[in-house]
């Protein structure tokens, strides 16, 4: 093995604590999630127990207040755990994101009384959630989401199958948007859902060209009924905490892209030093070095920006933009990187004794999850030049 294998990233990081919280991080991926990685993902193994020992370790809610079992960590603090924790396994890092979107509606806008009952358990006592948007025919196009809630009493009976859910049917608990109003945004709420509440069943998980071990299935809502002390925010509220959670959950996908590429240039450049022909690593050749070259300036270029975004979060001033730019350029960037990889390992990069072609599977989803990045492209160009003119 040659001495120029890949080092650790050199993280910028603002305090003693976050370095020694980082440190941990590693550990953890190093001893407990990258060596089964590959044969888990292989035979389709959700890792539950390692969302149990990251709970234990306090990484599912760093972003949150200490007052209710949270981490009180910056943005760019956070990011930069799932970075590593989807460098190791992306059905993990992934998996944190989700589960820190799924306590969004509630930490940002649950009264105290429903903080106090569900945060702890949801940000350090072993919960694990999921966050119901999507349906089967409102995926991109959300404000037109059929599942309806409907008062009845001192609570809301829901009906409706929600679609492409992380997580669905082994979470604890749903963080779900249903209709109590008319169409369109304004007719939308925001519900917290337990796992096991009457009604609601999961479909048989899709079959997916990566991320085998993280289970994404269609929920189906009979008749649930949730009483009115779980309706999250105020009636008609809904869309707009979705689209505050979005903004969040996006700068989640773009640092588990960046931890994907991250592993993959890792592989490729321990590779090419210890690949030779024609009597020479691979590596001294000017076309290979070129492309590691590109791959890694791809993936300084995409954690810088959203580091960026997540600095502007973490100030109180506005981000929605960068953290469209930041998912639209890290999962990109990703795609890239990883297809490179493979393509630095030759035929061995096509097989699956090598990660590479596994991160490349992986790295396709990241262009679709949290808004495609053609709404991302929408996203962007409203804010530069205003809505579109119909």
């Known amino acids: 093995m040659t001495d120029r294998a890949p080092q650790p ?15 941990l991080v590693r550990e953890i991926a190093q001893r407990e999630i990258r060596p089964v990685a590959a044969d888990e993902e292989d035979a389709g193994t959700f890792p539950r127990a390692i ?26 603090v956070y990011l930069q755990v799932l970075e590593e924790l989807a460098a190791a396994r992306l059905t993990v890092g992934l ?33 694990l959630g999921a966050y119901c948007l999507s349906e089967p025919a409102s995926g991109s196009d959300a404000a037109s989401l059929t599942t309806k809630a409907v008062r009845d009493g001192d609570g809301w009976i829901i009906t409706g199958t929600k679609a492409w859910i992380t997580h669905g049917g082994v ?5 779900v948007l249903a209709r109590t109003g008319g169409e369109g945004p ?16 999961a479909a048989v998980p899709e079959k997916k060209m990566g991320m085998k071990g993280s289970p994404t299935a269609q929920l189906h809502f009979d008749g649930v009924r949730v009483p009115d002390t779980r309706r999250i925010g105020e009636e008609g509220q809904g869309f ?18 960046i931890g994907v590429a991250q592993a993959a240039l890792d592989e490729a450049l321990t590779y090419a030093l210890d690949r030779k022909q024609f009597g020479h690593p691979i590596a001294d050749f000017q076309g290979l070095r070129f492309m590691l070259a590109d791959m890694a300036t791809k993936i300084e270029a995409g954690r810088a920006l959203y580091l960026a975004a997540a600095r502007l979060r973490d100030a109180g001033k506005p981000f929605s933009r960068q953290a469209a730019m930041a998912k639209l350029f890290c999962t990109d960037a990703a795609m890239a990187v990883t297809t490179d990889a493979v393509q630095v390992l030759g035929g061995y990069g096509y097989t699956a004794d090598f990660p590479v072609e596994r991160l490349m599977r992986e790295a396709k989803v990241l262009q679709i999850v949290e808004g495609t990045n053609q709404i991302q492209r929408m996203v962007i160009a409203r804010h530069l030049a205003g809505p579109e003119s119909r």
């Not at 990233?9 to 980082?22: F, W």
């Not at 979470?171 to 963080?175: N, S």
């Not at 939308?188 to 509440?197: E, K, N, R, S």
């Open 171 to 175: 979470a604890d608990f749903y963080t």
């Open 95 to 127: 998996g944190v994101s989700v589960h820190s979107l799924s306590c969004h509606g509630l930490a940002g806008y649950g009264t105290e009384e429903q903080q106090k009952a569900h945060l702890p358990a949801m940000l350090g006592g072993g919960l």
């Open 9 to 23: 990233v050199d993280r910028q990081l603002p305090t003693e604590e976050s370095r020694d919280l980082l440190a």
């Open 51 to 76: 969302f149990t020992l990251l709970s234990e370790a306090g990484l599912l809610g760093l972003p949150y207040t200490g007052e209710y079992g949270g981490g009180e960590q910056p943005y760019e």
């Open 240 to 257: 707009t905490i979705a689209l505050a959670a979005l903004d969040a959950g996006r700068l989640g996908i773009a640092a588990c892209a």
């Open 186 to 201: 304004k007719g939308i709420t925001a519900f917290l859902v337990p796992g096991d509440a009457e009604g609601l069943t």
